[in-house]
């Protein structure tokens, strides 16, 4: 067992000159977009129409439109099954998360909150902008085989069109205040981006404790065009929805969740 704590400590080494850099080669060809890259399960991508089931369900996705070939031929693709990762220290991540007025948009695939300005996320010294967070039910990432009834990703971009997501595994438990309103105003059909008057949330309440608790590994977009380049930071611990809160979305969005995909010669990591 020795010769294994040597060996995370020489990965952190090697990770620290090439593995924390953020210019990204792949996933940042529609950095011109601003915004529109943050939208990462919006589908506007592309103009193929997709799915999660049927003839345009998941299994096709790469044969849509070419705009899609990553999704069929990438190999560092999301998401994956978190298990073996390597003990390493991860980059530090800093959220500076505060209010917002809420802005929640079915766009067809998932229901989605797009953030307002001022909020954001630092990785290693690095700021990324908070710029929406949305839901899956099941979760899309698994932990050592086993999926959640949900998992919400916080999508944050750089100014060179890199984006960072977090992801939270959603438990069932006790009813979630700071996600109440936002349960409360989901769109039943897809359509137009609705502001909701006089209401405000707070993205810094919705995270688990420990926000140092994390796997870590280069992924993709989980749906078309799946661009790859995109750093993925999937938290350790959940947070707790009511059950009548999961029933709230699946009935809405669900099952809206990818299929796992092969880690390949990728690096992952759990950083304490
Ligand atoms: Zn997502």
Redesign the pocket.
Known sequence: MSNRIAAPIAIGAIMAISFWSFGCSNGTEDRSHGSGHGQ??DGHAGSAAWSYSGSAGPENWGSLSPDFAACSDGRMQSPIDIVDAVPAKGPDLIFDYKPSPLKIVNNGH?VQVNYGPGSGLTVAGKPFKLLQF???APS?HAIAGSRAPM?V?F?HGDADGSLA?V?VMMQAGGHNDPLASVFANMPEEAGPEAEIAETTIDASAMLPSEAGAYSHYKGS???PPCSEGVNWFVMANAIEVSTEQIAKFEGISAPNSRPLQGLNDRLLIASR
């Open positions: 990462e399960e998932t949305h839901f899956h899309e998992e990703h999508v997501v992801g977009l989980t749906t």
